[in-house]
């Protein structure tokens, strides 16, 4: 299911969507939940704070997906889509 996201002060769509596991802001900025932020925001790159992005559930890559950082862990303990984008990359390092 879709999550909302308020946006804070520093934030931009690039790295709202890293920290969901998201390699490049697209998914989120196409998001059809999105779809009045590109006419308020000319740039993904510049958000004001208070500004609400809808997050899109995760889609595997063997799903069919793009642009996320999923699949199941090495290790077999749980699903990386579930990890934001820098505890993926510190329990790949740990596998």
């Known amino acids: 299911m879709p999550r909302k996201r308020q946006v804070r002060e520093g934030d931009h769509l690039s790295s709202i969507a890293q920290?969901?596991?998201f390699r490049t802001d697209d998914p989120v900025w196409h998001h059809a939940d999105n779809a009045d932020l590109p006419a308020k925001r000319k740039s993904p790159h510049i958000l004001a704070p208070g500004d609400e992005v809808t997050?899109?559930?995760p889609v595997?890559?063997?799903?069919g997906g793009r642009?996320?950082?999923?699949?199941?862990?090495?290790q077999r303990c749980c699903d990386l889509a579930?990890?934001?984008?820098p505890d993926v990359a510190i329990h790949r390092s740990r596998a």
């Open 19 to 21: 920290a969901y596991g």
């Open 55 to 57: 997050i899109p559930d």
């Open 60 to 63: 595997k890559k063997e799903d």
């Open 67 to 74: 642009g996320v950082v999923g699949g199941a862990c090495p």
């Open 82 to 85: 579930e990890r934001s984008a």
